[in-house]
């Protein structure tokens, strides 16, 4: 058996497996693999290119395969849903394994980068950061909208909201003092386990070379370096830092034909938590940019004056990202032009 290619449905406890050889043929068909059975099966073949879809547990099972061998691509499910509908109807782990063993042939699919176990952990901390961040903000807009009910109308600042409600507590009566109490105390136990995370992302940016590097960007500070160094692990896993921004979803979406050039508004693929940061980085670089005669801040004025200050802001995000690939991989400095 000479299977060069092996596509697996990932899931929870059964998975898929499709294997071919160099021409094609299906070598290896079990589209039910226990979960406790899948490494034993890996294990036993000869090595080879795995494909995987990118999801719940994927890194896990990337690193696992390479241990024996094997060389893993994890690619995004969007990418592998063509294959799999082209000529078949209807969907199910066997199909879905022969897409990803189809997908990760075609020599122009994109491949998303193998998270270590180091970098995994770090993401976790900006995960639950975030987690705590969303809640404190639906807490927040909790108390607004009970306030409201008694006449108490506040503004979306979430300072204002915790000091005019302190302010107008011993006005509400009976249970409505109780609940709100209780909610302003929830925000603080937040803040505080916000402040903690804070912390730790600090820490991992002063033990990361990398980070350190990052930070000396317009616009990049502690929670956007530790982001992108956990995030993308190896930089060079994209050809160009065009590539990097396209895969944070930085760049616009292209609709031309005719010869016609239509580009609309940016794609917003990846991960929104890391495009997010980039645009808030680039808001308080151009926010901070009037009246400033450094270059940075003549060129970001001088594209908000032609484009408008939103699309400054992400002219500016996505240089960002490619000055940040530049770093990752060969660790050079950039300036923005004048």
Request: hydrophobic share 45%; glycine share 8%; charged share 20%.
């Amino acid at each position: 058996m000479t299977i060069i290619a092996t596509g697996i449905d990932l899931a929870k406890n059964v998975f898929a497996v499709h294997g071919v050889n160099d021409a094609g043929k299906v070598e290896l068909r079990q589209p039910k693999v226990a979960r406790a059975k899948l490494n034993a099966l890996v294990a036993a073949l000869p090595p080879s290119v795995i494909g995987m879809e990118a999801c719940s547990g994927a890194h896990y099972w990337a690193r696992l395969f390479q241990s024996h061998g094997h060389t893993v691509k994890l690619m995004a499910p969007k990418l592998v849903t063509p294959y799999r509908m082209s000529g078949k109807r209807g969907k199910n782990d066997a199909a879905d394994a022969a897409a990803i063993c189809e997908a990760m042939q075609r020599p122009n699919m994109r491949f998303v980068p193998v998270k270590s176990e180091d970098q995994q952990a770090r993401l976790m901390v900006h995960r639950a950061r975030q987690g705590f961040v969303t809640e404190r903000t639906a807490v927040i807009n909790r108390i607004r909208g009970m306030l409201s009910e008694f006449g108490i109308v506040m503004p979306l600042k979430a300072e204002v909201v915790r000091q005019q409600a302190r302010e107008h507590l011993e006005d509400l009566p009976g249970f409505a003092n109780l609940v709100i109490g209780d909610l302003l105390s929830e925000v603080a136990h937040l803040d505080e386990r916000i402040k903690q995370y804070d912390l730790h992302i600090r820490t991992m940016a002063r033990d990361c070379n990398a980070a350190q590097q990052l930070m000396q960007l317009m616009g990049i500070g502690e929670t956007t370096a530790t982001a992108i160094v956990a995030m993308v692990g190896n930089a060079s896993e994209f050809t160009c830092g065009r590539q990097f921004a396209a895969w944070i979803g930085l760049v616009p979406g292209q609709y031309s034909s005719g010869g016609k050039a239509r580009l609309g508004r940016i794609t917003k693929a990846g991960d929104p938590y890391l495009r997010s940061l980039l645009v808030m980085g680039a808001r308080a670089v151009l926010n901070a940019a009037k009246g400033k005669q450094d270059s940075l801040s003549r060129w970001a004025v001088s594209v908000a004056e032609r484009r408008g200050y939103w699309k400054a802001v992400v002219a500016i995000a996505a240089k960002n990202a490619r000055m940040a690939w530049a770093v990752l991989t060969r660790g050079e400095q950039f300036k923005l032009p004048a």
